[in-house]
């Protein structure tokens, strides 16, 4: 039972265009979400997160949408840039420890 | 300051041989992570310390898997006997406690049984 799912394993965006990944979720009581980006044979690096009672977090070209009645985030990165081209993993917590949930993560290719 | 350290990064064995893992969190780091993440995977936790005190095994294999974290600072992972299943990046993830989401991961040790 996947409690974390982002649903598109890859995708290709032009360089100086909007990268634009999703991720979906099932535990209503999921309360904090957080991006990590991932370079081969390299450990997972934070990006970004938001809270619940957020519906957006903006940092420079990294900004993170929460609809929480949609259970969907998303994260835009505006203007994409070939080092962007990483594993992106969408990652949830719902405060009982700080356990976090992962999904299976989005494999970003930006051209240059 | 130094990053989470992992050893060995890349280890081969064969199915029903022992291997064990190390970790090194951030100075200062009271809470420590083991995660599994096989390949095309998300990273799935096994198991977390507060200082040496485990918080939550409940998706480590007890038949097999075992992990301590003795003076509250490195921690070992160890599976015992190994399965061809096992095969997967173990990383290490440590944040300041257990009220800090972000988690700050070590480069993970590559596991390949043959």
């Known amino acids: 039972d996947q409690q974390v799912k982002q649903n598109s394993p890859s995708l290709s965006v032009q360089e100086g265009r909007i990268s634009i990944l999703n991720c979906d979720y099932t535990n209503s009581m999921f309360d904090y979400f957080l991006w990590y980006k991932k370079y081969p044979a390299e450990g997972p690096t934070f990006l970004i997160s938001i809270s619940s009672i957020k519906d957006k977090n903006e940092d420079g070209r990294f900004t993170v949408f929460l609809n929480k009645s949609a259970k969907h985030l998303s994260l835009h990165i505006v203007p994409s840039q070939p080092g962007d081209s990483a594993v992106y993993f969408c990652a949830a917590s719902d405060n009982a420890g700080n356990m976090l949930t992962f999904g299976g993560g989005t494999r970003l290719m930006v051209k240059p | 300051e130094a990053g989470v350290a992992q050893s060995p990064r890349y280890k081969i064995i064969e199915k029903r041989q022992s291997v064990a893992f190390w970790c090194n969190p951030i100075?200062?780091?009271?809470?420590l992570y083991w995660y599994q993440q096989i390949l095309g995977q998300g990273p799935k936790l096994l198991i977390q310390f507060q200082n040496n005190g485990v918080v939550d095994d409940s998706q480590l294999p007890k038949d097999r898997f075992s992990a301590e974290r003795l003076k509250g600072v490195d921690s070992t992972l160890k599976i015992q006997p190994a399965k061809l299943e096992d095969s997967a990046v173990y990383l290490c993830a440590s944040s300041r406690d257990r009220g800090s989401y972000e988690q700050y991961f070590g480069p993970g040790t590559r596991l390949t049984v043959t």
């Open positions: 100075s200062g780091h009271a809470t």
